[in-house]
């Protein structure tokens, strides 16, 4: 490299650098660890990846996969049956009396009777009484 008339380069100067430089050789282990000839089969490869995923979403998807399992472990789905059978029920009639209703209705009743002689109130006047009054 020449030595620079200027501590600053330039654009130009840069720009030639650039063009000049070439980037060092990886080592031979680094190089053979990124880029391996031997391919590895898909199925293979499902078992030695990986993904990253946060701690609180990989609790949640847990819980929620505890869950799922729990639910369908805990309880098969139960089978409905539905059956029909005619059952026979006993009923009760009752007895209808209809000569003791036919003896009254030929009575009337006097004016102003009432059940053992009450008599409905002909004015209505409420009494307030106060908790304080010594009439109490």
């Known amino acids: 490299m020449e030595p620079f ?3 600053e ?3 130009t100067d840069l720009d030639q650098l650039l063009e000049s430089w070439t980037a060092p050789q990886a080592p031979a282990q680094l190089r053979a660890a990124i880029f391996s000839k031997a391919s590895v089969p898909w199925w293979k490869q499902l078992w030695i990846g990986s993904i990253r995923l946060p ?4 609790s949640v998807l847990l819980a929620a996969l505890t869950a799922v399992v729990w639910r369908g ?3 098969p789905p139960s089978q409905i049956v539905i059956r029909r059978e005619r059952v026979e029920v006993p009923v009760v009639q009752e007895r209808v009396v209809t000569k003791v209703v036919t003896k009254y209705l030929d009575r ?3 004016s102003g009777f009432d ?9 209505l006047r409420p009494r307030i009484i106060r908790s304080g009054n010594e009439k109490n």
Not at 55 to 58: E, T, Y
Not at 115 to 123: C, D, F, N, S, T
């Open 9 to 11: 380069l330039t654009e």
């Open 55 to 58: 701690i609180p979403i990989a």
């Open 73 to 75: 472990i805990d309880s």
């Open 108 to 110: 009337k009743e006097p």
């Open 5 to 7: 008339e200027k501590e």
């Open 115 to 123: 059940i053992h002689g009450l008599r409905p109130v002909a004015e």
